[in-house]
């Protein structure tokens, strides 16, 4: 079980914490000490991708908005008492999977790579990470929604070649609104056809040593990483936010991109 507590991306939707994060974090170690003491084997809180890429971030901006808070949480539940193994034990990521193929995977490995990089940081040996998919919520239509099934489908193949322990799959006709049951039931099957019938979880990194996905891990491993730093120099996520910092440079990415929508180049 994957609680999914995520204060900093409520934040970033609402624009305001419940409380000073000094309190926040205090209860964050004291949920943490309990779930602990009752034998809680789960993930309770959760780096969340969604906010951002709803917002119009860049893969590189997404990732290093998920560093950035999960880092976030480290600090913050040591600082209530918990060691830095228990702390990063306790957390999961989420990113988003979209429909181009190729930076979806990329983007799936290079947060293995890029969070391996900040345990090192602090001085602990690497672990594998709980990582979480969803397919995208920008790229759904109202019109013309069964192409939404395409979009899905590639975005979930996608994040499974990419390393997603879990994938979400919205059901095609989510921006219409409440889905049917047929719609539920296609978003359910899309995962099991790919599993059981494309056996997409036989192998555990099908883009090892492909130089194309090797390439693009790499350069968006190297980009998000200044993009994580930049962050951390505003004084972390939370800093940033507080100022609209990484707000303002996702919206100068959304322009682009609606832009580019518009003129059919997307």
Request: glycine residues 10%; aromatic residues 6%; proline residues 3%.
């Given at each position: 079980?994957?609680?999914?507590?995520?204060?900093?991306?409520?934040?970033?939707?609402?624009?305001?914490?419940?409380?000073?994060?000094?309190?926040?974090?205090?209860?964050?170690?004291?949920?943490?000490?309990?779930?602990?003491?009752?034998?809680?084997?789960?993930?309770?809180?959760?780096?969340?991708?969604?906010?951002?890429?709803?917002?119009?971030a860049?893969?590189?901006?997404?990732?290093?908005?998920?560093?950035?808070?999960?880092?976030?949480?480290?600090?913050?539940?040591?600082?209530?008492?918990?060691?830095?193994?228990?702390?990063?034990?306790?957390?999961?990521?989420?990113?988003?999977?979209?429909?181009?193929?190729?930076?979806?995977?990329?983007?799936?490995?290079?947060?293995?790579?890029?969070?391996?990089?900040?345990?090192?940081?602090?001085?602990?040996?690497?672990?594998?990470?709980?990582?979480?998919?969803?397919?995208a919520?920008r790229?759904?239509?109202?019109?013309?929604?069964?192409?939404?099934?395409?979009?899905?489908t590639?975005?979930?193949?996608?994040?499974?070649?990419?390393?997603?322990?879990a994938?979400?799959?919205?059901?095609?006709?989510?921006?219409?609104?409440?889905?049917?049951?047929?719609?539920?039931?296609?978003?359910?099957?899309?995962?099991?056809?790919?599993?059981?019938?494309?056996?997409?979880?036989?192998?555990?990194?099908?883009?090892?040593?492909?130089?194309?996905?090797?390439?693009?891990?790499?350069?968006?491993?190297?980009?998000?990483?200044?993009?994580?730093?930049?962050?951390?120099?505003?004084?972390?996520?939370l800093?940033?936010?507080?100022?609209?910092?990484?707000?303002?440079?996702?919206?100068?990415?959304?322009?682009q991109?609606?832009?580019?929508?518009?003129?059919?180049?997307?």
């Amino acid at each position: 079980v994957d609680l999914g507590l995520d204060p900093v991306g409520a934040m970033a939707s609402l624009g305001r914490m419940s409380a000073s994060w000094d309190a926040v974090a205090h209860r964050m170690g004291d949920t943490l000490a309990d779930l602990t003491g009752r034998g809680f084997k789960g993930r309770v809180f959760l780096a969340d991708g969604r906010v951002y890429h709803e917002a119009g971030a860049s893969e590189t901006q997404e990732l290093a908005a998920v560093l950035a808070t999960g880092l976030a949480y480290l600090r913050g539940l040591e600082a209530h008492g918990h060691g830095l193994d228990a702390a990063r034990d306790s957390l999961a990521f989420l990113l988003v999977a979209d429909a181009d193929e190729f930076l979806t995977v990329a983007k799936f490995r290079a947060l293995r790579r890029l969070w391996a990089r900040v345990e090192q940081a602090c001085g602990l040996e690497p672990k594998p990470i709980r990582l979480h998919a969803e397919t995208a919520w920008r790229m759904t239509t109202r019109r013309d929604p069964w192409v939404n099934m395409l979009r899905t489908t590639i975005a979930t193949f996608s994040a499974g070649v990419g390393g997603a322990d879990a994938i979400t799959v919205l059901p095609f006709t989510a921006a219409l609104g409440l889905p049917d049951p047929f719609a539920r039931r296609i978003a359910r099957n899309t995962q099991i056809i790919l599993l059981d019938e494309a056996n997409l979880a036989r192998v555990a990194d099908p883009a090892a040593g492909a130089g194309g996905f090797e390439a693009l891990t790499d350069a968006l491993c190297e980009r998000a990483w200044e993009l994580f730093q930049e962050i951390e120099g505003e004084g972390g996520i939370l800093e940033s936010l507080k100022r609209s910092a990484l707000q303002e440079r996702i919206a100068t990415i959304k322009a682009q991109r609606d832009q580019a929508v518009a003129t059919r180049e997307e």
